[in-house]
Structure formats: C-alpha cells, structure tokens
C-alpha cells in the first residue's frame, strides 16, 4: 500500500472478517482491495475500537480529527529509525519495495502480487525480479560450481 492510501483509509473500509481494507482512489484514481496477514487482525482491532472511541473517521487520525499527511507519516518512521539506531531513514517507499521484493524472494508469482500492490500491469513488477536476483547471487555462486559440467 502506497503511504497516501494509507493515510486516508477510513475505519469503515477495514474488513476484519475477511482481512482485507478497502483502497479507494488509489494511484491512477483506482479503487482495490489490499489483504493483511490474520495475525495482525487482533491488534488492527484494538486500534479501531481505540479510533471510534475517540469518534474518528480515519484509521490513522491526529488528536486534530485529521487524517495523517504522507509528511507526518515519513516523519514518525524517521523518529523510530532514528530509535532504533538504523544507519538510514526507513522512507515509506523503500518499506513497500521490501514487501515485494520478499514476496518474490518467497517464491509467490507476480500475478498474485500485482493486484495488490496497486501496479497497473505485472510488468511493473520486474524492479522487484531485478532486486531478488541481486540477493539470488550469492546462493547462485554456491551451487553453480556443483553444476555437471
């Protein structure tokens, strides 16, 4: 999910039962569907009852009642990074691409990642082929020498 759909998912578009939140007007004014591992539904749910507590509209709202900025989101990253002594800023982005590219690395085939990552053609997906082949290298250079030549 892109950090600009994230910050104006609505409480009302989380679908626990079915793991899923609706993505409206994603990139390209595209409306999809994006799943979330069951694991994280008890704690997504905590959330959202602590959001309608608080009469929000938004999954992620200020104490303002406003939805986060994109701005606001990369910031906080920056302070948990920062926390968590990493070397470099953890962008919004560069978290999506790890997603993906560890999707890959899994072994699940493009057509099954494409409609959930918000991509108009699976052919856009190939940056993430490209990145898990550079991690494939070093296992690669391991068996190769024991190829029957």
Not at 101 to 116: C, E, R, S, V
Not at 128 to 136: G, I, N
Request: aromatic share 10%.
């Amino acid at each position: 999910m892109r950090v600009s759909e994230l910050v104006r998912i609505r409480v009302a578009e989380v679908d626990l039962d079915a793991c899923r939140i609706r993505v409206t007007q994603g990139k390209g004014a595209k409306d999809r569907t994006v799943p979330f591992p069951s694991s994280f539904k008890e704690t997504l749910s905590l959330h959202m009852d602590a959001q309608r507590t608080k009469g929000a509209d938004f999954l992620f709202e200020s104490s303002w009642k406003k939805p986060y900025s994109t701005r606001g989101v990369r910031a906080l990253l920056a302070r948990y990074a920062a926390k968590a002594d990493l070397e470099h800023n953890m962008p919004p982005h560069r978290l999506r691409h790890f997603l993906f590219t560890w999707l890959k690395t899994q072994g699940i085939d493009d057509a099954l990642i494409q409609p959930y990552s918000g991509h108009a053609s699976r052919t856009s997906l190939e940056i993430y082929s490209r990145v898990a082949l550079a991690d494939a290298q070093e296992s690669y250079d391991k068996v190769i020498e024991r190829f029957p030549v």
